[in-house]
């Protein structure tokens, strides 16, 4: 534990420091705590800069057509709108001043709107004649001083009572604003402001603004450009990570530099073809258990799977295994011993994605063509798909019969693709 205030007796005096000890100790502790399952790196001059985006996946959240994505437009008045987010700035300690906290040492902030889960910002009209980039960034200032009040303050010396105004708290502020770029034919992205005077800042997203743009233009999806660099839990709490290549959004890195300035091809060709947003973090596993034509049905044709998240604009990894008509451990009617699977049964795996929605499309597809019919029945192919409102559902054709269990893995969705 950290260590704790003991007062030393009764009737000792109780000092201001032993007020600002008791005080940061408590408004530390969630940040001790983060440090613990993120492990930003050791206390330096040029400290770890993160982000950990609201990013609500759940149905019908607050915002829920951009709930995803930290930086979104899609409104005829030039206005971007930043959600909200938790900026980390790992530790500035070095070693000889502290060895605990030159490790531990991380501090963290909120941004959030006011009146609005986001904050909007306005991108500056473009009349030059060639498209640019801008920036939004977000400037974390540690320790700065927060609200004042008129308090009522004793003279040590003269023994007077004043009413003063007093800083009487310290917080992390977090802002956001817009860098404008350079307009060229061939834009390049403009870079963050230099940290300095004990502010930190953090790149979010880039935004493409061409030629024409003004007042009441519209910042498309595919204008949004998110690099703000998200935190993955550390390994070494047991936790295995998810996300992309840092190559495939990094300004100049691999992806950028080979697939930039191409001509127009597709609704996203304002981001390189091969670009996944850096808030495409984490990942997501639910474990289906079908069973069909072996009595009373758990699902029939277009019955919901799963509802309980937003699944659109997600990459799939799936494994299913079955193939017999037995029932599975878990299943009241069977006995353990008979249960499935007993040895060897049918399996199989495969690849989907949501990023298109509706009966026709696939997240996991149970081929009769290709093998299936050991695991869903001659004849008969077992679907899951993801509906225009975002649930798992199941499309079931021809007469399976057959219990099926399908590990279906996720990836976090690609925000600003779409609706999302």
């Known amino acids: 534990m950290e260590t704790k205030y003991k007062h030393p007796t009764n009737g000792a005096e109780f000092r201001s420091q032993d007020a600002d000890f008791i005080s940061e100790t408590a408004a530390m502790a969630d940040d001790r705590t983060l440090w613990e399952l993120i492990r930003t790196m050791p206390g330096s001059s040029t400290p770890d800069k993160l982000v950990i985006p609201y990013a609500n996946r759940q149905l019908d959240a607050p915002g829920a057509a951009t709930s995803n994505a930290l930086v979104w437009g899609n409104t005829a008045d030039a206005i971007i709108h930043v959600m909200p987010f938790r900026a980390i700035v790992g530790s500035r300690t070095v070693v000889g001043t502290s060895p605990i906290e030159h490790m531990r040492g991380m501090v963290s902030g909120y941004h959030v709107g006011t009146s609005a889960l986001y904050r909007s910002l306005t991108i500056a009209a473009n009349a030059s004649g060639n498209p640019r980039w801008d920036l939004v960034y977000a400037t974390v200032t540690p320790d700065a001083n927060g609200d004042t009040a008129s308090i009522l303050v004793k003279d040590p010396t003269t023994k007077v009572v004043s009413n003063t105004s007093q800083t009487v708290n310290k917080k992390n502020t977090v802002i956001v604003a817009v860098a404008q770029g350079t307009a060229a034919a061939t834009p390049e992205f403009p870079t963050p402001p230099s940290d300095g005077a004990g502010s930190y800042h953090i790149a979010l997203a880039y935004v ?42 990094k300004p100049e890195g691999t992806v950028d530099t080979r697939q930039s300035g191409q001509a127009p091809a597709g609704p996203n060709y304002y981001r390189p073809g091969a670009y996944l947003p850096s808030t495409m973090t984490g990942g997501e596993r639910i474990i289906v258990l079908l069973q069909l034509g072996t009595g009373t049905d758990s699902h029939q044709n277009g019955d919901t799977v799963d509802d309980s998240r937003d699944w659109r604009f997600r990459y799939f990894m799936w494994h299913a295994v079955g193939g017999s008509a037995d029932g599975f451990a878990s299943d009241r009617g069977v006995t353990v011993t008979a249960a499935v699977p007993r040895s060897v049964h049918a399996a199989m795996f495969g690849f989907g994605h949501s990023f298109n929605q509706g009966d026709t499309t696939v997240v996991c597809k149970i081929d009769d063509d290709v093998d299936g019919s050991i695991l869903a029945g001659t004849g008969a192919d077992v679907i899951i798909y993801c509906d225009t409102d975002g649930a798992l559902k199941v499309r079931i054709d021809g007469t399976p019969n057959r219990q099926i269990m399908i590990w279906l893995d996720a990836t976090a969705p690609f925000s600003n693709y779409g609706t999302v």
């Open 208 to 249: 493409y603004v061409p030629n024409g743009f003004g007042a009441s233009s519209t910042v498309l999806r595919q204008y949004i450009h998110e690099v703000a660099p998200c935190p993955q839990l550390s390994p070494s709490v047991g936790a295995m990570s998810c996300a992309p290549a840092n190559h495939q959004y």
